[in-house]
């Protein structure tokens, strides 16, 4: 198995590929959340699921983030 993919339950997210990905709304880049689970837009202040391995960027499948969150992303 590559070492250049990141682990994400059993499925892995290609890092080159977590790269092109931007916000839907703000255009911003995506980084990726401490569990792996999650890309976060700390400009729209939303996360993105990911689901086996396929990041979901619709707004509608998004959850708005604590500020808490926000707070620990700065």
Excluded: H
């Excluded at 080159?16 to 700390?42: D, F, G, H, R, Y």
């Excluded at 202040?45 to 998004?62: N, Q, S, W, Y």
């Amino acid at each position: 198995m590559s070492t250049r993919f990141i682990e994400s339950e059993r499925y892995q997210l290609d890092p080159l590929a977590l790269e092109m990905l931007v916000c839907p709304w703000t255009k911003t880049q995506l980084t990726l959340n401490e569990k792996k689970t999650e890309l976060i837009s700390a400009a729209a202040r939303i996360a993105f699921p990911i689901t086996k391995g396929v990041p979901l960027l619709c707004v509608d499948e998004a959850r708005n983030l604590s500020e808490e969150e926000i707070q620990r992303l700065k």
